[in-house]
């Protein structure tokens, strides 16, 4: 069965006519786990970007994440036969892309960029008074970089890209009760971190 080829996460696909939010996930996802493909087509369009945020905030690598989310997609096509239409597409697909941000780092073992260049290009322009914001925000970026891989990770998912709980216990394999005690650490630790950047860059 040939693999299709999915198209740069930059240049997103051209959808036509047709309506990606028509048709459920999981539907998409059994059509191509019966061979029609296209389908893998219509979740990239839907989906591309919030797997890019989910793994620029993890890694705040842009070009490795771009390579990541191609990366998902194939593995979705790869391991289709795993996708169980009663379970939420979103936390099997968040699970597919947890393995590969693990498996990435293991092959790199490389310390995570801090920051996000391209922002701070795209920041340059603007007017002055906008400084604070982006020294707010650049402070906010490497706090988070600077937590442990599980607490960067649960509050990815469930502030950044707005998972239920019980989503995100399906993905961690945890109770949801473990989820919400693990995103309060979280947050209380990312506040810490924030406070003693803040701390010393006054």
Same mark, same amino acid.
């Given at each position: 069965m040939p693999i299709p080829i999915l198209p740069p996460v930059t240049f997103p696909v051209v959808a036509g006519n047709i309506n990606v939010n028509e048709t459920p996930d999981g539907a998409l996802m059994e059509e191509v786990q019966q061979g029609r493909l296209a389908s893998l087509a219509t979740l990239f369009e839907k989906h591309h970007r919030p797997l890019f945020h989910f793994f620029h905030r993890l890694n705040g690598n842009q070009a490795l994440s771009e390579d990541l989310v191609q990366e998902v997609f194939f593995r979705m096509l790869k391991y289709r036969g795993t996708f169980q239409p009663e379970r939420p597409f979103t936390a099997w697909m968040y699970?597919? %892309? *947890?393995? %590969? #941000?693990?498996?990435?780092?293991?092959? /790199?073992?490389?310390?995570? @960029? &801090? $920051?996000?260049?391209?922002? =701070?290009? /795209?920041d340059a322009d603007r007017p002055d008074e906008k400084l604070s914001q982006r020294? +707010? @925000? $650049?402070? &906010? *970026?490497?706090? &988070? #970089? /600077? &937590?442990? =891989? +599980?607490? /960067?990770e649960v509050l990815v998912l469930s502030r950044f890209q707005n998972l239920k709980y019980e989503e995100i216990a399906s993905i961690l394999g945890c109770e949801v009760g473990t989820v919400k005690v693990r995103v309060y650490r979280a947050v209380r630790a990312l506040a810490q971190e924030y406070r003693q950047l803040a701390g010393e860059k006054a």
């Amino acid at each position: 069965m040939p693999i299709p080829i999915l198209p740069p996460v930059t240049f997103p696909v051209v959808a036509g006519n047709i309506n990606v939010n028509e048709t459920p996930d999981g539907a998409l996802m059994e059509e191509v786990q019966q061979g029609r493909l296209a389908s893998l087509a219509t979740l990239f369009e839907k989906h591309h970007r919030p797997l890019f945020h989910f793994f620029h905030r993890l890694n705040g690598n842009q070009a490795l994440s771009e390579d990541l989310v191609q990366e998902v997609f194939f593995r979705m096509l790869k391991y289709r036969g795993t996708f169980q239409p009663e379970r939420p597409f979103t936390a099997w697909m968040y699970q597919i %892309a *947890r393995n %590969a #941000q693990t498996d990435s780092l293991r092959k /790199r073992k490389f310390e995570v @960029a &801090l $920051g996000d260049e391209d922002i =701070e290009h /795209r920041d340059a322009d603007r007017p002055d008074e906008k400084l604070s914001q982006r020294q +707010e @925000a $650049g402070l &906010l *970026r490497k706090a &988070l #970089q /600077r &937590l442990p =891989e +599980e607490k /960067r990770e649960v509050l990815v998912l469930s502030r950044f890209q707005n998972l239920k709980y019980e989503e995100i216990a399906s993905i961690l394999g945890c109770e949801v009760g473990t989820v919400k005690v693990r995103v309060y650490r979280a947050v209380r630790a990312l506040a810490q971190e924030y406070r003693q950047l803040a701390g010393e860059k006054a």
